[in-house]
């Protein structure tokens, strides 16, 4: 089958093996969304060789016991031991052990075929199309915020990045009721929020806006914009970092101590809730889809994907 | 009046101008402590010029209404705008106008004399000995990391740093019943974190605790510890900065975001806790006194202060 492959930081669509039958299902891709992360694993990020690729919606193929075969789903990306404490209350996410599918020791979604445990699947409702069921575990990630820090309506919220990811954290934020500004760069991509009555401002307009902020997001995926976020912030703020990248930032320590800020790592969301939320409606996703390419020509659309003001790039096996 | 001064990053004891009788109390202070941050200041930290010192002990020479006159006090270090509605909630700590005792705006405590607002002084009991009373300011710093993050007795605790701070840390986050591990690099210093009851390590023998704790607690002043301080971790812990020091440090996002950890900054604490565990004899604070100069010799003291093993260093006018 093909499969979409980073080996020494190249990414290129190969034939490979076909998933074996055995205690995980086989998940034929149906469609699968290309996220920042499978750009920063080209550059170096997580190390990873292998498939690459953790969005996408598919069917179940073959399933232990038959279960769920035939139907239409999308799976939680993080794959636990099974046996620790974590893994037995069920929530694989930080497992010690786990593999995550197209990021670390697992192969991923942007093939004809992938593999999971059963237990990471979901049945997606027949009224989600497949472009929308796509954005579950991206818009899980960003609904993953509020696990991490407490959102109500007197909390002044700041998302920093109009780009797929940030778009997503502006409207899963603002359904909070809390009032949400996306500062970002790309006059169409803010429209995007402005449509759903979200505040958006170029980062030069927020300069005046410093110090007002209960709750930054950092959702640009560049280093640079770590000082803006912080700039934001007023005493005793949140700034949550949502953007994996290859490399380091370089931090005023001080500032965080004197100020008393908080710095937030938030990463995988839950599944069911996000689907929950895509099946409403209540998240216009359709606006985010810039481009779709067959799996075959993989490597060029991640290129594409990683231009400036593009949006989600799909690819179709 | 003598006074120890900061001025273009060297500090001198130097003849100044006694503080005018005004609308703030005026103390003739008994005894001051040196702290990092004393040091930090000499080094460019805050750009702060003038009187150094924020820990003390003194009598109330004068003030409005002739309230406190004659009493021995501590001082809260943050003195607000007053009308701000941090200010008027009590807590002037992040007042944005305030000016802060020998740090910034506002001359420090190496003086024969110091002045404060009124409402900014603690009266101090009788049974606390002036030796103890000057702890009272970094006792409850140390005390301020339960504001910002919550100690439970099912928390793995670790303090990084053996010295002043990072001793008292150990102690006051001990006295919750959480279990705490304090790591140094000075057998002396670590010895009595020992007599308390509170479990010691090397960095290096620390380094097989990787992913232990739920919180740990950077008192060591040092950039490098950022990096150790992440890896003893477990996901989703919290990283809590005591330490203002001058300069950046370099941390890998990726790895906060992975493991989603927190990074919480924690500066002040409140007095009136502190304050009472000393009157209880709760916190060895003995152990912590390392020398003492007459305020005249308040360079040579900074110097000494800044020597590696050595704790606290009083300065008496």
Chains 1, 2 share one sequence.
């Not at 979901?122 to 796509?134: S, T």
């Not at 803010?190 to 979200?198: M, N, P, T, V």
């Not at 640009?220 to 700039?231: I, L, P, Y």
Request: hydrophobic share 40%; charged share 25%.
């Amino acid at each position: 089958m093909q499969a979409l492959r980073v080996e020494k930081n190249k990414a290129t669509v190969r034939d490979v093996e076909m998933p074996e039958r055995g205690p995980e299902a086989i998940v034929r891709v149906l469609l699968s969304g290309i996220c920042n992360t499978d750009i920063e694993i080209t550059r170096g990020y997580a190390g990873f060789t292998g498939t690459i690729g953790h969005e996408f919606v598919g069917i179940v193929e073959d399933a232990p016991e038959g279960k769920l075969v035939g139907q239409r789903v999308v799976g939680e990306i993080n794959a636990g031991c099974g046996e620790c404490e974590l893994c037995r209350t069920g929530d694989p996410r930080h497992c010690p052990k786990r593999t995550v599918l197209g990021i670390v020791g697992r192969d991923g979604a942007h093939a004809e075929f992938l593999r999971l445990p059963l237990m990471n699947l979901l049945p997606v409702p027949e009224r989600i199309a497949d472009e929308h069921a796509v954005f579950t575990e991206p818009l899980a990630a960003a609904c993953g915020i509020m696990e991490r820090t407490p959102i109500t309506t007197d909390k002044n919220v700041a998302v920093i990045g109009d780009g797929k990811l940030g778009l997503l954290c502006a409207q899963a934020l603002a359904l909070t009721g809390a009032p949400v500004l996306l500062i970002g760069k790309h006059p169409e991509n803010l429209r995007i929020a402005e449509r759903r009555g979200i505040e958006t401002a170029t980062a030069k307009n927020a300069v005046g806006r410093k110090r007002e902020f209960d709750v930054v997001v950092e959702a640009s995926g560049s280093a640079s914009a770590f000082n803006t976020a912080v700039s934001l912030l007023r005493p005793r703020g949140v700034l949550v970092l949502k953007s994996t990248f290859h490399g380091t930032t370089e931090i005023n320590a001080a500032t965080i101590v004197v100020d008393e800020i908080s710095i937030v790592g938030s990463r995988c969301g839950r599944l069911a809730p996000a689907l929950d939320l895509l099946k409403k409606g209540a998240i216009d996703v359709d606006s985010l889809i810039s481009e779709e390419y067959p799996l075959r020509d993989g490597a060029m659309a991640l290129e594409r994907a990683a231009r400036k003001g593009i949006l989600k790039v799909f690819l179709r096996p």
